[in-house]
Every structure is written in structure tokens, then in C-alpha cells.
């Protein structure tokens, strides 16, 4: 009797601490929840500021006045001068809290020389590869960093996303593939924060899908002007069906667009792509902000 009395208590403790152990693990796997605000400003073209975790990134700064270069050669309305307007506030204002800069990549219309310049030179930069950390410290900056996968920096996880900048067939030319060359999208995550998946300057890929299902974002950040290229169909930028895609595939997310309005090859403007997102009733979704606009989500 002692003996079945003794075994009944041990199988109840250790119930009981199987218990405590299972509901401590849910407790860890559950997601928290999301008090902190997370703020982006559209400066112009994709040079976005993104606030996160008291932290301010400067995305893809072209600091630029209007008309400063020949648009670009090969692409839709080429004949324009770039950027095709100027900045909605002074560059002061744009550099004002910014604790580090991410250039998904080295084009005219995501680093120009007017941010080189105007940029301080110890400022923390990330960059996509070895190739663009060396040419931005070529130019002068000193703390350069590669974002090959993960980072850490000022409480915020950095993730790299991959992507393709244009069409296969755009690819199958050496010459256009080399112009075009990688470009990265960023996940930035941290505790109490939305988690927001900037998708930088790519087509709708498998990387793509892969980023949306591995980290489910609530914000999504679409270069979404559509650019084009002369001689070849498609674009080598979303537009406003990745829109559309984008919020069949990420039910919950609010998705930010931007990359429009600026630059000479920008196919789509703001105007058709508020008209696009009303006719398919997705508007309460989607953000088009001007330039100097303000969200916060």
C-alpha cells in the first residue's frame, strides 16, 4: 500500500512539473506583443528614414537637387534629368537623428554624390557585399560594415533579404546584368516592434516568398514605381500588382510604397497606384505617402 501510495505521489510530481515545463515553453513561443511604434518618412524616390527601436536608419540616401544628372541611358523617358523633383525638406532635416545609414545598393538613385558628401564620414553604413563596403570606403567613410546575413545595431536585428534587380531575360545579357547588378532588402525586428521587411530593389522572386513565410512581416516596404527598360518587357522594380500580391500574401501587413515620382525610368506613379489599390478595395492597406510624409505603425 505505502509502495502504490509513493509511486502515485512521484507520478503526480512529475506530472505537475511536466506541466509547469510545457506552459513555460508556450510561455517562451508565444509572440509578444506589440507596444512600440515604429515611424518612416518619405524623403524622395527610396531614400526613406525608418525609426526603429530608438534607432534612425537614412535608407538609400540621393541628397541631390533636382535635375542634377542625365537620366539614365536604356530606360523609359531617358531624356529627363534626374531626380525629376527636389527634396521636400533640407538636407539638415534629412540627416537630423540618423544614427546609420543601409545602401541596398551602389545606383545613382540610392547613393549619389551629394549624400557622399553631405554624409558624415564616421557615420555607421551597411552594405551588401564586399564589392559596395569597398567602394563606399573608397569614398571616404570608415565604418563600413557588410551586412552578409545578420547584424545587431542599437537594439535592432538586421536581416539581409535576397532578390533579383530585373527580369531573366534582362539577366541573360552580360552587359545589362553587370549594369543592373544585386541589390539586398533588410528585415528589421526587435522586441515590442512590428516587424518590417524593406524589399529594396527586386522583382517579385522565390526570395521573396521565402522572407514573407521565414519572418512574417506586419510592415512591407515596396519599391513599387515599376521601372523600365528600353527593348526588354517587364520591369526591374515592383509595381502595383506586387502591390496587390503583397497583400494576398501578408493578410496582416500594411504595405508602404514607395520609389515613385522621382526618377526619369519610374513607370507608375502614386496617382495610378492609389487608383489601383481603391478599384481593388485593398486601400485600408496600403500606404502611399508623399514626399515629407510621416507613417507610423
Given amino acids: 500500500m505505502y509502495m502504490k501510495t509513493l509511486a502515485s505521489t512521484l507520478a503526480l510530481a512529475l506530472s505537475l512539473t511536466a506541466g509547469v515545463a510545457l506552459a513555460q515553453t508556450r510561455a517562451v513561443a508565444a509572440p509578444q506583443s506589440i507596444t512600440e511604434k515604429v515611424r518612416l518618412q518619405q524623403i524622395r524616390n527610396a531614400t526613406v528614414k525608418i525609426t526603429y527601436a530608438d534607432t534612425t536608419f537614412l535608407i538609400d540616401p540621393m541628397l541631390s537637387k533636382k535635375g542634377s544628372y542625365p537620366g539614365f541611358e536604356g530606360t523609359y523617358r531617358s531624356s529627363l534629368r534626374n531626380p525629376l523633383v527636389d527634396l521636400p525638406i ?46 563606399i570606403r573608397e569614398q571616404g567613410f570608415t565604418d563600413v560594415r557588410v551586412l552578409s546575413d545578420k547584424a545587431g545595431f542599437g537594439g535592432v536585428t538586421l536581416r539581409k533579404t535576397g532578390g533579383q534587380h530585373g527580369t531573366d531575360e ?53 519599391n513599387a514605381g ?34 515613385m515620382d522621382a526618377i526619369n525610368h519610374m513607370f507608375q506613379s502614386r496617382k495610378e497606384l492609389r487608383e489601383y489599390v481603391q ?15 510621416t507613417v507610423e505603425f
Avoid: C
Fill in 90 to 135: 533640407s538636407e539638415k532635416d534629412v540627416m537630423a537623428g540618423v544614427d546609420a545609414v543601409i545602401v541596398t545598393h551602389t545606383h545613382l538613385d540610392h547613393w549619389d554624390d551629394a549624400a557622399q558628401k553631405l554624409l558624415p564620414k564616421d557615420i555607421p553604413l551597411f552594405a551588401q557585399n564586399q564589392a559596395d563596403a569597398t567602394m
Fill in 170 to 222: 534582362m539577366f541573360a545579357s552580360p552587359d545589362v546584368a553587370k549594369a543592373l547588378g544585386p541589390a539586398m532588402g533588410v528585415v528589421f525586428e526587435a522586441p515590442g516592434h512590428k516587424t518590417l521587411y524593406l524589399v529594396g530593389d527586386t522583382i517579385w522572386r522565390d526570395e521573396v516568398d521565402r522572407a514573407l513565410a521565414q519572418y512574417d512581416p506586419q510592415v512591407i516596404v515596396i
Fill in 226 to 259: 515599376y521601372a523600365v527598360m528600353s527593348g526588354f518587357e517587364g520591369s526591374i522594380i515592383m509595381g502595383k500588382e506586387d502591390v496587390l500580391r503583397a497583400s494576398q500574401a501578408a493578410p496582416g501587413a500594411t504595405i508602404v510604397a514607395t520609389h
Fill in 279 to 293: 478599384e481593388k478595395g485593398i486601400q485600408d492597406r496600403v500606404e502611399v505617402p508623399e514626399d515629407g510624409a
